[in-house]
Structures are given as structure tokens and as C-alpha cells.
């Protein structure tokens, strides 16, 4: 998969434009991802990647990064064997196209606006 472009509250994905946050796992894009915290990220949000199980998942907290990862959700992630890497939305995209391109078994998780 490859995101074609991001700006704030909205994010296209193979050509197909998401005005919600969503969740790109292997080949199928969720749309409409919510977080039982809105502003937090828990494990319980997690649910979809975490049964995909990929080597990578990117987490896209924002355009201003007010999306947190609590270190409860960093940790299980680790227990799963999956690692975290956050950045804003913006650099989050940048970060999941360039994973995507070298064939690794990537995940994002994109908060698309604040």
C-alpha cells in the first residue's frame, strides 16, 4: 500500500481519500478508527493490528502530535513483538511509504487531524 498524501483531516490511500482516522493493515485500509480515549492510544485500540501481527506499526499522532502512546501500550506492543514508531501524522506518512517500499511487513495506525 502507499499514502498518496496527507493534510490535516485528510489522508488518501492508493488513490482512495479517508476524512477519517484509519488503520492500514497488509492490504485493506479501516476506516473511521476510533480510540476508546480519543486523545490516548490503548492497546485495546489496537485490536485489527495486533491480530495482523506486523513486524512495524506506525502510529501517525496528529498533525500536531496530541496523540499520546502511553508506555502501558508501548510495552504490550513489545509483548507482542511488534514495534512502535511515533511520529506526527505528517512524518508518519513519510516513515510507513518508506518501510512499505522495502517490502517489510508495515502497519499504520494515522490520527489525521489535531
Known amino acids: 500500500m502507499h499514502i498518496d ?4 483531516g ?3 490511500i492508493d488513490g ?4 477519517s482516522d484509519v488503520l492500514i493493515l497488509a492490504d485493506s485500509v479501516q476506516g473511521h478508527w476510533r ?6 492510544l490503548a492497546v485495546e485500540d489496537l485490536g485489527s493490528v495486533v491480530e495482523a501481527s506486523p513486524s512495524v506499526l506506525v502510529v501517525g499522532c496528529g498533525a500536531s502530535g496530541m496523540m499520546s502512546v502511553p508506555r502501558r501500550t508501548r ?3 513489545l509483548e507482542y513483538n511488534i514495534e512502535l514508531e511515533a511520529f506526527d501524522t505528517t512524518k508518519a506518512v513519510e516513515r510507513f511509504n518508506e518501510l512499505s517500499q522495502t517490502g517489510a ?3 499504520a495506525a494515522l490520527h489525521l487531524t489535531c
Not at 480510540?35 to 490516548?40: D, E, I, N, Q
Open 75 to 77: 510495552k504490550a506492543l
Open 35 to 40: 480510540r476508546v480515549r480519543g486523545h490516548s
Open 5 to 8: 498524501s496527507y493534510q490535516f
Open 105 to 107: 511487513d508495515v502497519a
Open 16 to 19: 482512495v481519500g479517508y476524512n
Open 10 to 12: 485528510e489522508v488518501v
